[in-house]
């Protein structure tokens, strides 16, 4: 399983984005789906995840409210609609996968594939 995320770019405070996770498998809607970001000089952290058929959904404290998971199973896709962005949301942004979990929360292990990272980048 291979995955691309797509979407980044350069924003101001209080814009939005919406990033994609693209997957390359037929049985997407097997798949647990999550979001983590890393910001420079700082561990990797849990954004957002989603369960199989997008009923289930979990977020970071940080970003409730202003950050929402979404899947299209159809077009093996997952996305993260950002909204109010703040400069500390500037990171880069990866999703992951789980074939094991119904959905699969903050814990990195339970993840089986990740996508090589988008950036985005909250600047005046």
């Known amino acids: 399983v291979q995955l691309q995320a797509s979407g980044g770019g350069l924003v101001q405070p209080g814009g939005s984005l919406r990033l994609a996770c693209a997957a390359s498998?037929?049985?997407?809607?097997?798949?647990?789906v999550g979001w983590f970001r890393r910001a420079p000089g700082k561990e990797r952290e849990f954004v957002a995840a989603?369960?199989?058929?997008?009923?289930?959904?979990d977020y970071a404290d940080s970003v409730k409210g202003r950050f929402t998971i979404s899947r299209d199973n159809a077009k093996n896709t997952a996305y993260l609609r950002m909204n109010s962005l703040r400069p500390e949301d500037t990171a880069v942004y990866y999703c992951?996968?789980?074939?094991?979990?119904?959905?699969?929360?903050?814990?990195?292990?339970?993840?089986?594939?990740w996508g090589q990272g988008t950036l985005v980048t909250v600047s005046s």
């Open positions: 992951a996968a789980s074939s094991t979990e119904y959905i699969a929360g903050a814990d990195t292990r339970l993840y089986d594939y």
């Open positions: 498998v037929r049985t997407f809607s097997h798949y647990a």
């Open positions: 989603i369960s199989w058929g997008g009923i289930s959904t």
